[in-house]
């Protein structure tokens, strides 16, 4: 059994270094202008500045030590070549093959997975060129401008992100012109809807995403929407209005889908790590064609090959994965805030919850050994300058948050107005370069003394400073930057699983609530149809549920079926 990484020697080392980066402060660190320029560095067009990290030369180069212990390179390596590495589940992990270039080969179990990845994204492009230009109409003859894409958690959340980045761009909005995607997610009737709401299903196409096929709340939504079509416009006209992206292709057939509009991806794609494969191509694609998602596939593998053959020093997912976990482990922040200074990140946050929390959230090592330090970390963000109005007050006085600052050089949507000082994205940008300075240099009792601030509201005034971040400088934010940004992400946590020790591509943390949840809904149609007593549950529970029973008796208990009106 392999040895945990907590006891190593790079591992101790760096647990007594943190007395030394104690002694510093972040004010001090920032004057030594030649760690901040070797805190730097470009690629592709993205500009990474780590130098407002509590960290020094000498910290960056225990970190690679650490890595070359936690065998990093070798586990990178292992990734790309389609190595079973998510042991527990015996599967490759390879989102990395989604986004290869046609002739590239990449092998899991001994066969090439790219033809059949272009195979997928042919059948997509052609699939959504024919919707688009209106030679795949619904059972009425009308074209199908609307698709509502349902699915939840990874195939849910990398579309949705991506949807909402191309919103506002020039090129994908236009090419989106007079059509809408929506995603119904939840299982509360209210998403749905949400979702219908103001949509004719003669003009709706539905996409049902999911990877297994058995998700309940998206087989739920899904049999739901079925029956918002059929009743609309009879059973026969699911055919034409509804298709699906799963790994099983028996299940969706099952459900009544026809298996020729039916896409396919594979069990060595990651839920949370699948929106490069049919699960977000397909419903992006129909949305603004294929063309733009290629790009936004071609910048993600722009960041794959960089991550697989860069040195760490120059390596930007190595590097921000390495420094997450001496933020998290030795200096002992357990959170960090994603904070993109433009509104069309605004799904980014809620993205990487998942990609990272999902993947990183584990309490034992990937040989099964409880862990004697803590993994993951807890992610959570805004766009700015939302945030700064909002949880930033805690962020500069209360806990020490490492942050992620994102920042667009060229807006989607430049505003200038004439008698205006700055023009509008400089505006929003002056926040974006004076929040990090805010945080690293804070502000002290002597500096608010020379200001004649009131004595008793020196301590109030004062920020201690010394809180670490990153700043991320894309040059614009198009199909391209978005999926370098989201393969930077997607890498970075990889990384951070990889030195931890933990197999990041399992979620088995999310199966307990499901079976609970089924105990509950067996009891749930013992009550309601056959009046049942609430049994087996603890008093807590019980009561809850008998509460709960009790005042929803007017829930009709013969089969009905009930659409939402809105
Ligand atoms: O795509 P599906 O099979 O429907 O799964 C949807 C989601 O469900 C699960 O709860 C997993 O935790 C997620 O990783 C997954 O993305």
Not at 207 to 230: C, D, G, P, Y
Not at 264 to 282: E, I, K, N, Q, T
Not at 323 to 346: C, D, K
Not at 389 to 398: A, M, P
Request: glycine residues 8%.
């Amino acid at each position: 059994m392999a040895a945990l990484i907590s006891d190593t020697a790079p591992w101790k080392d760096l647990k007594a270094h943190v007395g030394e980066i104690d002694k510093t402060h972040l004010r001090d660190l920032m004057s030594d202008t030649e760690r901040c320029s070797s805190m730097m560095l470009e690629f592709d067009g993205i500009f990474l500045d780590y130098s407002r990290q509590r960290a020094t030369v000498d910290t960056v180069s225990k970190l690679f030590t650490l890595a070359e212990e936690a065998h990093l390179k070798q586990k990178i390596n292992s990734m790309f070549n389609g190595e079973h590495i998510n042991s527990t589940e015996n599967r490759s992990v390879l989102h990395v093959a989604l986004r290869a270039a046609k002739d590239t080969t990449i092998n899991s179990d001994g066969k090439n997975v790219v033809p059949d990845v272009w195979q997928v994204l042919d059948k997509i492009r052609e699939f959504s060129d024919t919707v688009r230009n209106g030679s795949w109409v619904g059972a009425t003859g009308k074209a199908l401008t609307n698709v509502i894409a349902i699915g939840i958690g990874g195939s849910f959340l990398g579309p949705l992100f991506v949807h909402t980045a191309l919103q506002t761009d020039p090129e994908a909005s236009k090419s989106a012109g007079g059509r809408q995607l929506r995603f119904l997610a939840n299982v509360d009737p209210v998403d749905v809807a949400r979702n219908i709401s103001g949509l004719n299903p003669e003009t709706t196409l539905v996409v049902v995403v999911s990877k297994t096929f058995t998700t309940a709340e998206t087989m739920l939504n899904a049999r739901t929407l079925r029956e918002w079509i059929s009743s609309a416009l009879g059973p026969q006209a699911v055919s034409k209005h509804m298709v699906a992206v799963s790994t099983n292709l028996k299940l969706v057939e099952k459900f009544g889908i026809d298996p020729n509009n039916a896409f396919a991806f594979w069990d060595w794609v990651g839920g949370r790590y699948s929106v490069c494969s049919a699960v977000g191509v397909l419903p992006l694609s129909l949305q603004y064609g294929f063309s733009v998602v290629e790009k936004f596939l071609k910048g993600a593998r722009s960041i794959d090959q960089h991550f697989h053959s860069a040195p760490f020093e120059n390596n930007i997912p190595v590097l921000l994965g390495l420094l997450s976990v001496w933020n998290v482990s030795f200096l002992g922040y357990p959170a960090r805030a994603i904070l993109p200074y433009t509104q069309a990140l605004e799904k980014l946050a809620p993205h990487i919850q998942q990609v990272s929390m999902e993947s990183n959230g584990k309490g034992v090592s990937i040989d099964g050994v409880r862990l004697p330090y803590e993994a993951g970390e807890i992610d959570f963000g805004e766009p700015g300058t939302n945030g700064q109005h909002s949880f930033y007050q805690l962020i500069h006085q209360g806990r020490v948050i490492p942050c992620d600052f994102i920042g667009i050089v060229k807006s989607q949507q430049p505003v200038y107005l004439r008698d205006e000082v700055v023009n509008n994205h400089d505006e929003l940008m002056s926040n974006f370069f004076a929040q990090p300075d805010a945080l690293a240099y804070g502000k002290t009792p002597e500096q608010l003394q020379s200001e004649n601030v009131a004595s008793h509201l020196v301590p109030h005034k004062t920020f201690t400073g010394n809180r670490p971040s990153i700043s991320l400088l894309l040059p614009s934010l198009d199909a391209y930057r978005i999926g370098q940004l989201l393969a930077i992400y997607e890498h970075r946590i990889a990384v951070e699983g990889f030195v931890w020790g933990i197999n990041s591509f399992d979620q088995w943390g999310v199966e307990l609530g499901k079976s609970l949840a089924s105990q509950v809904r067996k009891q749930l149609h013992a009550s309601r149809k056959k009046g049942e007593s609430v049994e087996g549950f603890n008093f807590s529970t019980t009561k809850l549920l008998t509460r709960y029973l009790e005042a929803s008796a007017d829930v009709p208990s013969e089969p009905t079926t009930l659409l939402p009106k809105i």
